[in-house]
């Protein structure tokens, strides 16, 4: 595959059929969209919501996920900025901070992921940061490194795009708010080059400005890992990624609605078709149906399940 090239869902369905273990997972990736399924049973589907595979590492369907989560960024964007004029009250104040992680080859990721959401648990329950953030937004991508272009390498970034409190404010532009992230970010002993993180000032104030922010967001979610330079090692970032949460949430004022509740769906497919290859008939199962009855393909999807796959600010 051309690393500069973006692969479509059919060049993703490709690694996965070339696969004995993976090929149901590569049929579900060729049909995503296509009204004529083969798993896991040869059937053609009627409901819209069967189209799509729900594969976390999808390209459409991931497009989707982020299309999402960048709508409901602006909705609430939008709606903070009218309140604010409302008011007669300055805008909200966002911004974004990117905490970086340690390069690691793409089989051990998974545990560099696990010490930067251990770094940033542990910012989080220091006091500035707690009275500085109203709520935030918290991904996890993961970006090529270059210092050893013979072996696929990977850095893991957290980037908290964060709605300011006013003390918030005041401790970003006096450059505290930078300091604790220097301080409280801490470079893992051994490694030669200093965990440097930055801050940067998101204005939200007119229209233009807010879609910059909501293309950053879907950006965030959609790019969460670049395309790999092997075949082989595509396969293993997914398996690295298995289970990992995409997003996070920091959100005291109930703003935005959990992170569990948005991907609880997608990450409950991503368990099925991993582990007990159920695959789309899973809104079924969730719904409370036995296992061994008749899928009802043909039926509307139950309230509690659309409940799942919804994201709503």
Not at 139 to 167: H, Y
Not at 290 to 310: F, G, M, N, Y
Request: glycine share 4%; proline share 7%; hydrophobic share 35%.
């Amino acid at each position: 595959m051309n690393p500069t090239y973006s692969p479509s869902t059919t060049d993703i369905s490709e690694l996965y059929l070339n696969r004995l273990d993976f090929e149901y997972q590569g049929r579900m990736l060729e049909e995503c969209g296509q009204w004529n399924k083969s798993y896991p049973v040869i059937r053609t589907v009627t409901n819209p919501h069967f189209l799509w595979c729900y594969h976390r590492h999808c390209p459409t369907c991931q497009a989707k996920r982020a299309r999402r989560w960048a709508y409901g960024f602006a909705q609430l964007l939008d709606s903070q900025v009218h309140h604010a004029i409302e008011l007669n009250v300055p805008a909200p104040t966002w911004v974004s901070i990117e905490l970086t992680g340690v390069p690691m080859p793409v089989s051990r990721i998974r545990s560099e992921i696990s010490e930067c959401w251990n770094r940033l648990h542990n910012a989080q329950r220091k006091r500035i940061w707690q009275l500085s953030i109203r709520t935030a937004l918290v991904f996890i991508t993961m970006q090529k490194a270059t210092e050893n272009p013979l072996r696929t390498r990977l850095t893991p970034k957290v980037t908290v795009v964060a709605n300011l409190t006013q003390m918030g404010v005041t401790n970003f532009w006096s450059g505290r708010l930078l300091h604790a992230a220097y301080k409280h970010w801490p470079t893992p002993a051994g490694y030669p080059t200093p965990l440097i993180p930055h801050i940067t000032y998101l204005s939200v104030d007119d229209e233009q400005e807010r879609h910059n922010a909501e293309k950053i967001v879907e950006g965030l979610t959609q790019n969460w890992y670049p395309t790999l330079d092997y075949e082989f090692d595509h396969l293993v970032i997914a398996n690295q990624l298995r289970g990992v949460p995409q997003v996070l949430t920091r959100d005291p004022d109930g703003l935005f609605l959990s992170e569990s509740a948005m991907q609880r769906g997608d990450q409950s497919y991503e368990w099925e078709y991993t582990r007990s290859k159920l695959g789309e008939d899973l809104p079924a199962t969730l719904s409370g149906l036995d296992k061994s009855c008749e899928i009802p393909w043909d039926h509307s999807v139950p309230q509690a399940i659309q409940d799942l796959t919804r994201v709503t600010f």
